[in-house]
């Protein structure tokens, strides 16, 4: 049982019996302690569901209060929803920090983790006492922050971050340092990413990229739109992969740049996978490497296993035998291509993605399901494809309407879809 100790009086001890002195009322008599007048005057005192004592004091006049403190702290021991008041003294960066060093610990994740933490969290929340997210008040605040920085970043990106505090609010509350998750709040709006379809090149766009590539990186066009490959995994495609009598490309690798080094790593989210292999992609490998033969390049290893190390037979390289990094690739091979041919260069629709997109659609009008492409792409999830790709899909109201007029015969002949009378 917890109780509230007097710091001002105490009961007064008859120095020769040592019992308690009595009033009239037969109540022992208080005398002041050496501490009156000093300091708080309640303390109180309880234990924790770990048998480990608390305390809390409270002034002088605020007896009343302290009373009410103690049976919510007994009560909350009792009833298991106990948290330690002193649990949330803690800065939330410092919690954040020591939470995310426990979660994943691939470099290009950490990377990206560490980047959204430095410019959107830690100079607004970083210095913040976890104690001081027990309302949504302070959600709201760094929200508004984030959308009226003098260069703000994408409600889609704010999506990210704030998914990202949440989730460590969310191993606050697991750890009993905070009680509930502020933004959780229904008052708390989370930013909304906007929706973007994809819109997949037209065929003549991407000739008229792929002619204007140099001729020791037009694998580029091949292998992005023959084989729905991911800039990464153009890098590090290696002929070796390659399944001639079964015409199938197994792909296991990516280059990644993580802090400026070139690293070889498994392919987005550690899913390996097979691709089948177009006879007219095979035969612009062959006729391309008649004049680039492969190169052999070792680059560290970039997974968190024994393996230090990994050596490739690298399809496509610079002149010198080696590797750009995606940046640089990006800025003096890939951009340049578009001046070059004559087009404008969109930022987000005109990166190495759109050729993965042109062979996403490419498949799916030719009726490969959703299944196999999300194989064939690699994704977390067929959910995922579904949600990327939904609008390119062919679409079943003609074969529908067709069945209807068979059931119910038209008196007229019927006019195809979206043609005026």
């Given at each position: 049982?917890?109780?509230?100790?007097?710091?001002?009086?105490?009961?007064?001890?008859?120095?020769?019996?040592?019992?308690?002195?009595?009033?009239?009322?037969?109540?022992?008599?208080?005398?002041?302690?050496?501490?009156?007048?000093?300091?708080?005057?309640?303390?109180?005192?309880?234990?924790?569901?770990?048998?480990?004592?608390?305390?809390?004091?409270?002034?002088?006049?605020?007896?009343?209060?302290?009373?009410?403190?103690?049976?919510?702290?007994?009560?909350?021991?009792?009833?298991?929803?106990?948290?330690?008041?002193?649990?949330?003294?803690?800065?939330?960066?410092?919690?954040?920090?020591?939470?995310?060093?426990?979660?994943?610990?691939?470099?290009?994740?950490?990377?990206?983790?560490?980047?959204?933490?430095?410019?959107?969290?830690?100079?607004?929340?970083?210095?913040?006492?976890?104690?001081?997210?027990?309302?949504?008040?302070?959600?709201?605040?760094?929200?508004?922050?984030?959308?009226?920085?003098?260069?703000?970043?994408?409600?889609?990106?704010?999506?990210?971050?704030?998914?990202?505090?949440?989730s460590i609010l969310d191993a606050a509350v697991a750890d009993g340092k905070i009680k509930k998750n502020p933004c959780r709040d229904k008052s708390i709006k989370a930013p909304v990413p906007v929706a973007r379809k994809v819109t997949p090149w037209k065929e003549?766009?991407?000739?008229?990229?792929?002619?204007?590539?140099?001729?020791?990186?037009?694998?580029?066009?091949?292998?992005?739109?023959?084989?729905?490959?991911?800039?990464?995994?153009?890098?590090?495609?290696?002929?070796?992969?390659?399944?001639?009598?079964?015409?199938?490309?197994?792909?296991?690798?990516?280059?990644?740049?993580?802090?400026?080094?070139?690293?070889?790593?498994?392919?987005?989210?550690?899913?390996?996978?097979?691709?089948?292999?177009?006879?007219?992609?095979?035969?612009?490998?062959?006729?391309?490497?008649?004049?680039?033969?492969?190169?052999?390049?070792?680059?560290?290893?970039?997974?968190?296993?024994?393996?230090?190390?990994?050596?490739?037979?690298?399809?496509?390289?610079?002149?010198?035998?080696?590797?750009?990094?995606?940046?640089?690739?990006?800025?003096?091979?890939?951009?340049?291509?578009?001046?070059?041919?004559?087009?404008?260069?969109?930022?987000?629709?005109?990166?190495?993605?759109?050729?993965?997109?042109?062979?996403?659609?490419?498949?799916?009008?030719?009726?490969?399901?959703?299944?196999?492409?999300?194989?064939?792409?690699?994704?977390?999830?067929?959910?995922?494809?579904?949600?990327?790709?939904?609008?390119?899909?062919?679409?079943?109201?003609?074969?529908?309407?067709?069945?209807?007029?068979?059931?119910?015969?038209?008196?007229?002949?019927?006019?195809?879809?979206?043609?005026?009378?």
């Amino acid at each position: 049982m917890g109780h509230i100790q007097d710091r001002w009086f105490r009961d007064q001890v008859d120095p020769v019996t040592g019992d308690l002195v009595l009033n009239k009322k037969n109540k022992p008599v208080q005398e002041r302690t050496e501490l009156y007048g000093k300091g708080l005057r309640y303390k109180v005192r309880y234990l924790d569901p770990d048998k480990v004592e608390r305390s809390k004091s409270f002034p002088d006049g605020k007896l009343t209060e302290a009373q009410k403190y103690l049976t919510k702290m007994e009560n909350a021991v009792y009833d298991g929803t106990y948290a330690d008041p002193k649990a949330g003294e803690v800065q939330f960066g410092k919690y954040a920090w020591e939470v995310l060093a426990g979660r994943s610990r691939d470099e290009s994740t950490v990377a990206s983790v560490k980047d959204r933490m430095d410019s959107q969290v830690i100079p607004f929340l970083g210095r913040k006492l976890l104690r001081s997210f027990t309302t949504p008040e302070l959600i709201r605040k760094w929200l508004a922050w984030m959308a009226e920085q003098d260069n703000p970043v994408s409600v889609n990106y704010q999506r990210q971050v704030f998914d990202l505090v949440s989730s460590i609010l969310d191993a606050a509350v697991a750890d009993g340092k905070i009680k509930k998750n502020p933004c959780r709040d229904k008052s708390i709006k989370a930013p909304v990413p906007v929706a973007r379809k994809v819109t997949p090149w037209k065929e003549s766009r991407r000739h008229r990229v792929e002619l204007a590539l140099p001729a020791r990186f037009k694998p580029c066009a091949t292998l992005g739109t023959g084989l729905g490959l991911r800039q990464g995994e153009i890098f590090a495609f290696s002929p070796d992969n390659i399944d001639r009598d079964r015409m199938e490309y197994r792909c296991t690798r990516q280059m990644v740049t993580v802090n400026g080094v070139r690293k070889f790593k498994l392919p987005k989210g550690h899913k390996t996978r097979v691709i089948p292999l177009g006879y007219g992609v095979l035969d612009e490998i062959d006729a391309y490497m008649e004049t680039y033969p492969p190169v052999e390049i070792t680059l560290p290893w970039g997974e968190q296993d024994a393996k230090e190390f990994d050596t490739v037979t690298v399809l496509m390289t610079n002149k010198v035998g080696g590797l750009y990094t995606r940046q640089a690739f990006n800025n003096v091979i890939w951009r340049p291509t578009f001046k070059r041919a004559g087009l404008s260069y969109e930022d987000r629709e005109d990166g190495m993605h759109a050729m993965r997109h042109l062979f996403a659609s490419a498949m799916l009008e030719r009726g490969v399901s959703l299944k196999e492409l999300a194989a064939f792409l690699g994704h977390s999830s067929e959910a995922f494809t579904l949600k990327t790709y939904t609008h390119l899909m062919p679409s079943s109201h003609d074969r529908a309407r067709a069945a209807i007029d068979d059931l119910i015969k038209p008196r007229r002949k019927p006019q195809a879809a979206g043609e005026t009378a």
